[in-house]
């Protein structure tokens, strides 16, 4: 039989990574949010440069914060899918009509 400080250190283990995983999920809504306001910059400063508002250099500027943006998404997907591939309930099922596990939509 266990020692009771053994289970203790299990559960908070266990508090440790759900700890992790809030926070994590915290910082993936954190970053879609950052790169819905990037794309959404990009959209403007664009039209703006089409209108003549605005020079050539302010559009690459923006374009290489939405471009970063896209970047740190992509880290925090590349993050996420071992999560998914470790714990196979978390994937649900397959989508056939659309081909995508339903968490990555």
Sequence with gaps: MPAA?????????????????RVLEQEEVLQQQAL????????????????????FNSVVNVQATALNNERSNLTLLGRRLPR???NPSSRGSLDYGTGRWPLLN
């Design 84 to 86: 998914l591939w470790q």
């Design 36 to 55: 819905d306001a990037a794309r959404e910059s990009l959209r403007l400063i664009e039209n703006q440069y089409r209108a003549g508002t605005v020079d």
């Design 5 to 21: 400080g053994s289970w203790h250190c299990c559960w908070r283990r266990c508090d440790l990574v759900a700890g992790l995983l």
